[in-house]
């Protein structure tokens, strides 16, 4: 069999997230209907990242393995792209040895939330960007940053009821960009727990809003109880920007 690897770049706003689930629009389903167009099996593909209802992708990474599709692999994204939404389109193709998985074989990923900050919503940013009526404190927000940085346990930024094995995660980098009309927040880690990013952003906005000390965020984290953090903020600000794998 063979191992084939996609990057794949979405528009999640109107797709009920990455994974399959019954009844709804996801990116998975629509990247498996297309691929059954192709060859005779039907391919279960693997996501690096399960990304939620209205999270979006610039660098998608998905694996699956078949030997009977006709489409040569640098001719893949333009047989797909004939076939998917407009909103989701395949920008590289390539083959992998057979140990590869998406998922498992990733050393790390990198997130993005974007924020516009304004009197009133962007009507082109909507659909991209969390908007923030009152200006946020940039400086206070990037020291919170700061202190997600390491090997910890994010039980208290993980969705209630998750079941994972473990809640400990290593952040590698957090970077805050706030000189642009979009504002970003950057979060590398060896990986990510279930809405985990958007409630480190959720509780990175009230920091910068007056509304939490830096002392308090460490508690929280310190708690790993979820009750304590912020709320877990909108979808529609975050990517999914790479994932790596050297």
């Not at 689930?21 to 279960?44: D, M, S, V």
């Not at 980098?173 to 959720?202: C, P, S, W």
């Amino acid at each position: 069999m063979k191992t084939y690897c996609l990057i794949v770049q979405y528009d999640g706003t109107d797709y009920a997230g990455f994974q399959v689930q019954p009844g709804q629009p996801t990116i998975q389903g629509e990247l498996e209907t297309a691929l059954q167009k192709l060859g005779p099996n039907f391919i279960r593909i693997a996501g690096a990242g399960r990304t939620d209802a209205g999270v979006h992708s610039e660098g998608q990474t998905v694996s699956f393995r078949d030997d009977q599709l006709t489409v040569p692999v640098d001719r893949l994204p333009y047989a797909l792209n004939s076939l998917l939404p407009r909103d989701i389109r395949v920008v590289e193709s390539r083959m992998e040895s057979n140990q590869f998985h998406a998922r498992i074989s990733a050393k790390d990923k990198t997130y993005r939330y974007q924020i516009y900050e304004g009197p009133f919503p962007n009507v082109f940013y909507q659909r991209y960007a969390y908007w923030s009526k009152e200006s946020l404190d940039w400086e206070r927000m990037s020291e919170c940053g700061k202190l997600f940085l390491g090997k910890q346990d994010f039980a208290a930024f993980a969705a209630s009821g998750s079941s994972v094995k473990t809640t400990v995660r290593t952040m590698y980098d957090v970077q805050v960009d706030a000189e642009h009309v979009l504002k970003t927040i950057r979060f590398t880690a060896d990986g990510f727990l279930y809405n985990m990013v958007r409630n480190l952003v959720g509780t990175m906005v009230d920091v910068g809003l007056g509304r939490r000390s830096l002392r308090e965020v460490e508690s929280i984290l310190e708690s790993r109880d979820r009750r304590l953090a912020s709320a877990t903020i909108a979808p529609q600000g975050l990517f999914l920007e790479r994932v790596n794998y050297s």
